[in-house]
């Protein structure tokens, strides 16, 4: 099996079939200790064996470029968002742009985001599989009481003077280690009082594209997307839209959403879609908003590097979040993932949508630093190694150590 830094270097046709032979040959021969070059017979193929070998590279090939294709189209709506907004200094009005203008340019990504997702990452939807473990364990295997017994136990510690609080730590020790700890009795009595018995969980999945999750039972989706992919997913401008505060109210949008209606609320590689921090922190806000007490919000971002590379940048987002009302119940850092799930705790946030600079501050992304004005390099003028980190941020790969709180 050939791994994708080989591909990379294939070059020619010929150099491939070369190379794809030489290793099939010596693969046959490994510990044989027999001769390491092959014969001149066994590096020409035969005519059906260089029919197949020419589809073969062609397919790769093709694959590659194609993949190189859907990433451009999508990165391409990202830095021209940044760059316009680097330019006029004015979020609404390029959003607004975006909206009317731009069209046909949300289409293609739209068409791009779909083919990425469904057919060259088919199987390795790691975020999707991430939030769906993380809904069942939270709603249905004890999660949510865990957490808000660690909670409660936060608290109770908080507010003792540092030698009973040391004296409490070493209490609950203890009792972990007897494995007497069970959980507290609010937490219990909020769980009993939070789901009907065989109710699906009402999700949420903001800029869907094309519903993913719709394929669970557990769920009741509703998913929105200002470009959808597919015919499920409804259209809508999350930005604008407006929360409704009960079912009784007046709707003027043709969608209703009402304060405290969903279990779920997901957000997964769109908050970087969004030029402007204060743009991402209407999306938190809002979500909040929507959410029942103790409704779990779960936030995606594309991220390849190490954990400790974007670690300021996360403790920023709990940070912002916890602002609004949050409290994260599960982080994970996965290949070329962010994964993080906050319970919305307060039913009354400290912060609200008109006077949320402080959390936009918070909510940045590397991309905001870089300048998209000068020196802006053309699609074509990337270099390998920054296609290579595009490329990077779009894959997703299988990942083993998915689950643990
Ligand atoms: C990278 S895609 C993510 C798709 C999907 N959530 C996933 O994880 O595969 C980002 C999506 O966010 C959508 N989006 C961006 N801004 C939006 C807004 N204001 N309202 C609704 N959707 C939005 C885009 O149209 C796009 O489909």
Redesign the pocket.
């Given at each position: 099996m050939m791994t994708p830094s080989q591909i990379r270097f294939f070059g020619t046709l010929e150099s491939f079939i070369e190379l794809f032979r030489g290793s099939e040959y010596s693969c046959h021969n490994e510990g044989s200790g027999e001769c390491e070059k092959p014969p001149r017979s066994l590096k020409d193929p035969s005519k059906r064996e260089r029919e197949f070998l020419v589809t073969v590279y062609f397919f790769i090939i093709m694959d590659k470029s194609e993949h190189g294709n859907l990433v451009n189209t999508?990165q391409e709506v990202h830095d021209k968002l940044r760059k316009s907004l680097q330019i006029s200094n004015d979020p609404n009005k390029v959003?607004d742009e975006h909206v009317r203008e731009e069209e046909g340019l949300?289409n293609k990504?739209?068409k791009a985001?779909l083919k990425l997702?469904t057919k060259v990452w088919d199987g390795k939807e790691c975020?999707?599989d991430w939030s769906y473990k993380t809904c069942i364990d939270y709603f249905f295997c004890g999660g949510m009481e865990r957490f808000l017994t660690r909670e409660e136990k936060i608290r109770e510690l908080e507010s003792l003077s540092p030698s009973s609080r040391k004296k409490r730590i070493r209490e609950l020790e203890v009792l972990k280690e007897k494995k007497i700890i069970g959980f507290s009795n609010t937490a219990n009595h909020i769980k009993k009082q939070y789901l009907i018995k065989n109710e699906k969980l009402k999700l949420l999945?903001?800029?869907?594209?094309?519903n993913?999750f719709s394929k669970f039972p557990e769920f009741s989706c509703t998913a929105?997307?200002?470009?959808p992919?597919t015919e499920d997913v409804l259209q809508?401008?999350?930005?604008?839209l407006k929360v409704q505060k009960t079912i009784d109210d007046e709707s003027i949008s043709k969608i209703n959403f009402y304060e405290e209606s969903f279990d779920v609320v997901?957000m997964?590689?769109?908050l970087e879609?969004?030029p402007a921090s204060e743009?991402r922190a209407v999306?938190c806000f809002k979500a909040w908003q929507l959410l029942k007490q103790y409704g779990l919000c779960i936030i995606?971002t594309p991220d390849s590097k190490s954990v400790h590379c974007n670690a300021p940048m996360i403790k920023s987002w709990k940070l912002a979040l916890e602002k609004i009302g949050f409290k994260r119940v599960k982080y994970d850092k996965l290949t070329h993932l962010q994964c993080m799930a906050f319970a919305k705790v307060c039913r009354f946030s400290e912060v609200d949508i008109t006077t949320c600079k402080s959390v936009a501050d918070l909510l940045y992304i590397r991309q905001d630093f870089k300048s998209y004005v000068e020196d802006f390099p053309l699609t074509d003028d990337r270099s390998e190694e920054e296609n290579q980190n595009i490329c990077n941020q779009f894959l997703e790969l299988p990942s083993g150590a998915l689950f643990q709180i």
């Open positions: 999508i959003w949300r990504y739209a985001m997702a975020r999707i999945d903001i800029g869907s594209c094309f993913p929105i997307d200002l470009t992919a809508c401008d999350f930005l604008h997901v997964s590689l769109v879609y969004l743009q999306f995606i």
